[in-house]
């Protein structure tokens, strides 16, 4: 049973940096590609970010591209999204995925979620 949990949401001011961690459990990690999404209320899911298997390839949305830095570390099994001078728009839950065979932008190509960290940041 795949387990993917976040931690390090918080509650931060325009211009800060902060970052979100997440941890897979119970299966190999670097059988994966991770995604970060995020959702605010009322909102679909929104992508983020994603790292292939390795880390040699990175993918950014154009809302936190050149602010925000996804990475890995197999030998923990987890991936870190480190976001720079944080703006009030990136408030929301930032939610972890895991998945198998190329996902990309949309959730339903993801096979695992993680149960989501808050993020605010204040004007």
């Known amino acids: 049973q795949v387990q993917l949990l976040e931690s390090g949401g918080g509650l931060v001011h325009t211009g800060d940096s902060l970052t979100v961690s997440c941890t897979l459990y119970?299966?190999?990690?670097?059988?994966?590609?991770m995604g970060w999404f995020r959702q605010v209320p009322g909102k679909e899911r929104e992508y983020v970010a994603r790292?292939?298997?390795?880390?040699?390839?990175?993918d950014y949305s154009r809302p936190v591209q050149g602010r925000f830095i996804i990475s890995r570390d197999n030998a923990k099994a987890t991936v870190d999204l480190q976001m720079n001078n944080l703006k009030p728009e990136d408030t929301g839950v930032y939610f972890c995925?895991?998945?198998?065979?190329?996902?990309?932008?949309?959730?339903?190509?993801?096979?695992?979620w993680g149960q989501g960290t808050r993020v605010t940041v204040s004007a």
């Open positions: 119970g299966s190999s990690f670097s059988d994966y590609e």
């Open positions: 790292i292939n298997w390795s880390g040699g390839r990175r």
């Open positions: 995925a895991a998945g198998r065979r190329s996902p990309a932008y949309q959730t339903y190509e993801w096979n695992y």
